[in-house]
Antibody
Framework: QVQLVQSGAEVKKPGASVKISCKASGYTFTSYYMHWVRQAPGQGLQWVGVINPSGGSTVYAQKLQDRLSMTRDTSTSTFYMELSSLRSEDTALYYC???????????????WGQGTLVTVSS | SSELTQDPAVSVALGQTVRITCQGDSLRSYYATWYQQKPGQAPILVIYGKNNRPSGIPDRFSGSSSGNTASLTITGAQAEDEADYYCNSRDSSGIHVVFGGGTKLTVL
């Protein structure tokens, strides 16, 4: 069965960076794009970006692209999302979510990780 | 601000039918996808494409689209359907993904 297991909660100071992981299992790692979605406390869902697990190419949300880096490690079937120059408004639950499409990426996320809470506070 | 607009809250009597809408210019070109999120849980996929349900989603959930508006209909709402519902699709560029602001559904 498909499983996405994310790393644990992080507390960071403003200006720092955070790198969170999402370990995938139960399917062919290189066949499905992976998205990241975040949700600030009490707020809605916000798309962060997507990565092609095969070639590593990425597309980022415009407002985050200067501070964001998504990578993957095919040897361990793990995705990573790193956000730098953290601000209080980056405090959110960050989800990895698999794209259902096998060819390119769509906007249909069929499996989600459990979420990683990132808290930015001085 | 979101390029997809949803009503913040909708209510429905138990067993009745409710429609949750999502509006945006990009919906003239792309289908909306719908997710259900209950408190403390990750979202789950409920409708995608023209009107497709993943395995395990009850057939009381259906999707439709007209012009710039996509709709999620729950026919015979149940207490367990009380949740937040989000639509998403591509933005006007066709490159980025965008979510609606979400609709909180209350089952009375």
């Amino acid at each position: 069965q498909v499983q996405l297991v994310q790393s644990g909660a992080e507390v960071k100071k403003p200006g720092a960076s955070v790198k969170i992981s999402c370990k995938a299992s139960g399917y062919t790692f290189t066949s499905y794009y992976m998205h990241w979605v975040r949700q600030a406390p009490g707020q809605g869902l916000q798309w962060v970006g997507v990565i092609n697990p095969s070639g590593g190419s990425t597309v980022y949300a415009q407002k985050l692209q200067d501070r964001l880096s998504m990578t993957r490690d095919t040897s361990t079937s793990t995705f990573y999302m790193e956000l730098s120059s953290l601000r209080s408004e980056d405090t959110a639950l960050y989800y990895c979510a698999r794209d259902r499409s096998k060819d390119g990426y769509a906007d249909t996320f069929d499996y989600w990780g459990q979420g990683t809470l990132v808290t930015v506070s001085s | 601000s979101s390029e997809l607009t949803q009503d913040p809250a909708v209510s429905v009597a138990l067993g009745q039918t409710v429609r949750i809408t999502c509006q945006g210019d990009s919906l003239r070109s792309y289908y909306a996808t719908w997710y259900q999120q209950k408190p403390g849980q990750a979202p789950i996929l409920v409708i995608y494409g023209k009107n497709n349900r993943p395995s395990g989603i009850p057939d009381r959930f259906s999707g439709s689209s007209s012009g710039n508006t996509a709709s999620l209909t729950i026919t015979g709402a149940q207490a367990e359907d009380e949740a937040d519902y989000y639509c998403n699709s591509r933005d006007s560029s066709g490159i980025h993904v965008v979510f609606g602001g979400g609709t909180k559904l209350t089952v009375l």
